[in-house]
């Protein structure tokens, strides 16, 4: 037992002083997250903002002003006037614009005799998603606008209800408090396979690995020494990826510190055990990179939740994304980001993470093998 842990201690020390001469670790571990999540924190958003908006109007009047001055001051919108419908329609065509509001000549006319008009509008539907979010900002805004005039004058509102809505979790409907914690995740997954498969395949190719296998170091003793020092760069890149999200993206962290770092151990733990089976397999570094991308990053890009909503997808496709690990630690961090630490959510994947962790750390020891053939 004394030998064993000298031979450890041995192994992780010159596992650091590799890592220290070989700057590559160092940046899978630091650099790369923090540039992928600030390129995909910039870059990946779900809002609609300053979206071009034509706006015809066709007898211009006090009311017509008043309507489209909404659009005007809106965040939302950078709108555009064109003088008939034939010219907005044209510029939607050339997608120019993403829409526009067609205001009839008889919208002041409908209003004085109490009447509720109807407006046009357009959307480019290329899009979908966009389309759908810009119809809900005009109908907003015309049921706003609505419901103001009608105080304004005295009357009743011709709505039939009023809604006052009231937003949890994420007051300000920003995406990007959204998307943030995902990202973590999602680049944390790809850091994590990368960190083991690449550098136990760069063993193997400079003949490293074959001098340890000669030696009285036992499989177990190898693997516990590429999993010691790589899960304390991991957790440390995890570090500066939740500052950046905290402290640059304003993503609120409510919830708690230690079971952020609880969940971070578990999902490190999981992502470094399939870095592991992957470089028990691919012996190559341009291999176990392909094999890292593909079994690692797509599947928590795409399957995990952090965009694309699992409970819209096919029934196979759901049941598929239980086998992904990124999965799970998406709903713990955007629980622990945004709603706090709600242990029924939390809990099941903590559970989800241990299971994953398990059962990739196993089969990578079941997979590796003391032998060079």
Do not use: C
């Not at 959307?123 to 805004?141: F, H, K, P, T, W």
Request: aromatic fraction near 10%; proline fraction near 5%.
């Amino acid at each position: 037992m004394k030998g064993s842990m000298m031979r450890l201690r041995g192994l992780i020390r010159k596992e650091w002083l590799q890592i220290l001469r070989d700057p590559s670790s160092i940046a899978i571990a630091f650099v790369l997250p923090a540039i992928l999540l600030l390129l995909f924190g910039y870059g990946v958003s779900l809002d609609a903002r300053h979206v071009a908006l034509g706006l015809v109007t066709e007898n211009p009047g006090a009311a017509t002003a008043s309507f489209t001055a909404q659009f005007q001051r809106s965040p939302y919108f950078a709108p555009r006037t064109f003088l008939t419908e034939k010219a907005a329609r044209h510029a939607l065509a050339q997608e120019k614009i993403a829409g526009f509001i067609w205001l009839r000549g008889d919208f002041t006319r409908a209003l004085d005799a109490g009447k509720t008009p109807d407006i046009g509008l357009f959307l480019n539907g290329i899009d979908a998603n966009n389309a759908r979010i810009v119809e809900g900002y005009v109908q907003q805004s015309w049921a706003n606008w609505i419901a103001a005039r009608a105080a304004a004058n005295g009357i009743p509102d011709t709505s039939p209800l009023t809604v006052q809505p009231r937003i949890w979790f994420n007051p300000a409907v920003s995406s990007r408090d959204y998307l943030v914690p995902g990202l973590i995740a999602v680049i944390m997954t790809l850091t994590g396979a990368l960190l083991t498969a690449l550098v136990v395949a760069r063993e193997w190719e400079r003949g490293t690995m074959e001098a340890l296998m000669v030696t009285r170091v036992t499989m177990n003793e190898i693997m516990l020494s590429k999993l010691i020092p790589y899960f304390m760069l991991g957790l440390g890149g995890m570090a500066v990826t939740v500052l950046i999200a905290v402290f640059l993206f304003d993503v609120p962290l409510v919830g708690s510190i230690p079971m952020l770092l609880l969940a971070s151990a578990l999902f490190m733990l999981a992502s470094l055990g399939m870095g592991l089976l992957i470089s028990a397999v691919a012996k190559n570094q341009f291999v176990a990179g392909q094999i890292a991308i593909i079994a690692a990053f797509l599947p928590a890009f795409i399957l995990s939740g952090f965009v694309f909503d699992i409970s819209s997808m096919p029934a196979a496709i759901r049941v598929i994304t239980h086998a992904v690990a990124a999965r799970y630690f998406v709903a713990i961090l955007q629980t622990l980001f945004l709603a706090g630490t709600v242990r029924s959510v939390l809990l099941p994947n903590l559970l989800a993470l241990l299971a994953m962790a398990a059962f990739f750390l196993s089969a990578a020891r079941l997979v590796a093998r003391k032998r060079l053939d």
